[in-house]
């Protein structure tokens, strides 16, 4: 482990106390579980970039001209 300095607005600390009190778990724990899910997202959202950047507009439209032209079941309907 690590130990870091860090300086957050005073609003944002006592936010991240009150919840870490609430989950029951230390300060550390929380700041260290909210790091990792948001390192998550960025990781999630820069993959999504790269595959974006390999798709086919034509292709996609190909696809969905061969789809069937019909009613979802009961189950999938929104």
Known sequence: MTTITAKLPDSLLRRAKMVAEREG???DQFLAISLSGQLSSFD????FEERAKRGDWNRMRELLANAPDVEPEPYDAL
């Open 44 to 47: 999630t959202a820069r993959s």
């Open 25 to 27: 778990m230390s300060l």
